[in-house]
């Protein structure tokens, strides 16, 4: 086993993968960015490394820097998390060349993967089933429309082959609806992956996304941890996931999960990895092929009892697994909620803000992975999801229960989470019924009912308080280093600071709600895509006012009442910053 892992990532996953790192007897090194000196996976690991300023291509997605420091730090593998280099095949090769483990599947595995069309290739030369469709990308519209006429039929879907979770994904229903999907696709592929080929699916009209949880060690052994349900998304991001899928009986359950164990085969896959598909009326579709440990892993966590994690750490070390495919039981039922910064009532807008008091539900089978705390600020720089709350039970009814109850208990005061939108959907016939619930998460009127007053900003009454940066020199095991504090100022006698720790105040705005009656501030800096109303323009509550790209997400705003457009202060291709006046809506 290693001595000492460096954990490549931030927030929630940073700390889980700590977690299972402390319980092998493996040190911990985080890397944090300016703007994460204070944050919780800093300060939870034995050893920290600034990598450098907030935007996070200049910090956790720096290679050769985060390498460097692994090297400094006397790290020998590194556990990337998911996002940012997880599935990176260069990170991987540059661990590789600098003699360090890369905590996850070979590099040409990711590579294999990455390309979607590639993947689907190599899926139907392994005799796994893909949605029906093209494995070549197609170069035209004319080529699209000649291949759907000849076998694929309306309607289809066209993606982005550099593409994958969603983006880049377009449907056409008929002939006439296929140039602005080839484009759609093409330029949000050019965009997102500077690859602008697309390839041609049939769209299935109401699938359940299920897929399967891969093992696969440097001894041959394959195995799988059966299926989770995550069909409940919205704009392509999953907001709740299970296991198992009400879905999928005894029978489906061993053949979708031998479908996932021949795909990891055909592409020599190591480590731990997800296999994507589409289910509908009994057939099984693979979709893609995740190259890292998922977001939704812990739900599988709590119904096999296997730390996935922890097999990832110890797969990377050359161990053999340790169990085989029929030591794996299912048992009982998990849910997770993702607890995302953002107002489910106005379309899910992010709403980055200072967490106030903060307290975790409890209570048996009961699991919060959380990357925040009471004083915490979400930044618009990163991922709004600062936690994740899984439960378990003994059946998919009572695991509801349990959730709902867990809910209660969560406080997260001072801005707006996915908490009342996890109550409210978790409490409707749809979900009771197993549904997908696609409808009733684009559903306007449903999700407005989740408006109310904005809640006071936390601590609002407190000084605020700035930090500095001392120099000291120090000397620690008879070797002298130069240290830079940074901290709240000496107090007037010399002393540190006493009490409380306090973050950082930085000079926001108020975003949503408050300033001048009637006007709507922008709650996210971006690039401003488009306008979609025009001054003195009418508008209903909940129409679309602009649409904000933010860390390379596009974002809907929508108007918070009714009235007219008085004052519009934005313009297409223009940039944004948090707080900013996007119009005033009388
Ligand atoms: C599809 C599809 C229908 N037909 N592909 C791709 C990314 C993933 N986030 C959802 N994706 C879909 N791909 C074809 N050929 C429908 C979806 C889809 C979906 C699937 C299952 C459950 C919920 C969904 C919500 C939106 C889109």
Excluded at 115 to 143: F, H, L, N, Q, Y
Excluded at 553 to 570: C, D, F, H, K, R
Aim: proline share 6%; aromatic share 6%.
């Amino acid at each position: 086993m290693f001595d000492k892992v460096l954990v490549a990532n931030r927030g929630e996953i940073a700390i889980r993968v700590m977690r299972t790192l402390e319980e092998l007897g493996v040190g911990t090194v985080a890397v944090y960015s300016e703007p994460d000196r204070d944050a919780p996976h800093v300060r939870r690991a034995d050893d920290a490394y600034l990598l450098g300023p907030g935007p996070a291509n200049e910090s956790y997605l720096v290679i050769e820097k985060i390498v460097e420091v692994a090297q400094q730090a006397g790290a020998q593998a590194i556990h990337p998390g998911y996002g940012f280099l997880a599935e990176n095949a260069a990170f991987a090769r540059a661990c590789d060349e600098a003699g360090i483990v890369f905590i996850g599947p070979p590099p040409d595995a990711i590579d294999a993967m990455g390309s979607k069309t590639r993947a689907r290739e190599i899926m139907r030369d392994a005799g796994v089933p893909i949605v029906p469709g093209t494995t070549d990308p197609v170069e035209t519209v004319e080529e699209a429309q000649a291949v759907i006429d000849e076998s694929i039929g309306y309607p289809v879907a066209i993606k982005a082959a550099g593409g994958g979770g969603g983006k880049g994904f377009r449907v056409a229903q008929s002939e006439d609806e296929l140039d602005k999907a080839f484009e759609g696709a093409s330029r949000e592929g050019e965009k997102f992956f500077s690859d602008s080929t697309v390839y041609v699916e049939r769209y299935l009209s109401d699938p359940r996304h299920v897929e399967v949880q891969i093992l696969a060690d440097a001894h041959g052994n394959v195995i799988h941890l059966y299926e989770r349900d995550c069909s409940v998304q919205r704009r392509h991001q999953k907001l709740i996931e299970e296991s198992p899928a009400q879905a999928v009986d005894p029978e489906l359950r061993e053949r979708i999960g031998k479908i996932g164990t021949d795909a990891a085969v055909a592409v020599g896959y190591r480590s731990a990895g997800t296999v994507e598909g589409l289910l509908q009326d009994g057939e099984y579709f693979f979709l893609e092929m995740n190259t890292r440990v998922q977001v939704e892993h812990c739900v599988t966590e709590m119904v096999t009892g296997i730390d996935i994690v922890r097999e990832q750490v110890k797969i990377a070390a050359g161990e053999e697994l340790s169990f085989r495919q029929e030591d794996v039981v299912l048992r009982g039922h998990a849910i997770e909620c993702r607890i995302n910064v953002e107002d489910a009532s106005k379309n899910f807008a992010p709403a980055p803000g200072r967490v106030g008091s903060y307290r975790e539900p409890s209570g048996p089978f009961v699991r919060v992975d959380s990357g925040a705390e009471e004083g915490y600020e979400v930044l618009p720089l990163y991922d709004p999801m600062i936690a994740k709350l899984i439960v378990w039970d003994v059946d998919r009814d009572a695991s509801t229960r349990r959730m709902l109850r867990a809910l209660g208990e969560y406080e997260v005061a001072g801005l707006k989470t996915l908490i009342p939108f996890h109550q409210m959907l978790l409490a409707t016939e749809q979900w009771a019924r197993g549904e997908t619930c696609r409808d009733l998460v684009e559903d306007k009127e449903w999700l407005g009912k989740l408006a109310e007053p904005a809640p006071a900003p936390a601590g609002s009454d407190e000084e605020p308080s700035e930090k500095v940066a001392r120099e000291y020199e120090v000397e620690v095991s008879g070797r002298k280093f130069d240290v830079r504090v940074i901290g709240e100022p000496l107090t007037p006698d010399g002393a540190a600071p006493t009490g409380g720790r306090k973050a950082p105040r930085r000079e926001r705005k108020d975003s949503g709600g408050g300033g001048a009656p009637g006007e709507l501030v922008s709650p996210l800096q971006g690039t401003v895509l488009r306008v979609a109303v025009e001054q003195g323009a009418e508008v209903d509550q909940g129409a679309l006012i602009c649409v904000i790209e933010a860390m390379k997400m596009e974002n809907e705003i929508t108007a918070p009442s009714g009235g007219t457009v008085e004052e519009l202060g934005i313009s297409e291709g223009g940039s944004i910053s948090t707080g900013d006046r996007i119009a005033v809506i009388k």
